[in-house]
């Protein structure tokens, strides 16, 4: 039975965190329902706020990932990209006033 302790090498490279949109596209889809749904005045802007702001960092989160992994993803997360993005930019459009809800 060997019983030398060897150190844990430090060089490995532990693996990358792999970008995945799950989070942005219900916040965005979140925020999108509660404008739609809600309106833009009175208290649902104290609901569809907060949940705005999360969506984009979620997003912007997700983009600095995907710049790290190089803009590698498995085909099925681009559907939940487009998604998130196509939540957030609806949602503000009718809260600038650019569609109705």
């Known amino acids: 039975m060997d019983t030398t302790a060897e ?3 430090n060089d490995v490279k532990q ?3 792999k970008p995945g949109w799950d989070v942005a596209l219900l916040l965005g889809g979140g925020f999108l329902a509660s404008v739609r749904l809600g309106g833009t005045d009175g208290w649902w802007t104290a609901l569809w ?3 705005l702001a999360l969506a984009l960092l979620a997003v912007s989160y997700e983009w600095t990932l995907l710049v790290r992994a190089r803009f590698r993803m498995r085909a099925g997360q ?3 990209l487009v ?3 196509a939540g957030v930019l ?3 459009a ?3 006033g650019a569609t109705r809800p």
């Open 78 to 80: 681009w559907f939940p």
């Open 49 to 51: 706020l907060p949940v």
């Open 15 to 17: 693996p990358a965190e």
């Open 7 to 9: 150190e844990p090498r």
């Open 90 to 92: 609806l949602g503000l």
């Open 94 to 96: 009718v809260v600038l």
């Open 83 to 85: 998604g998130a993005h």
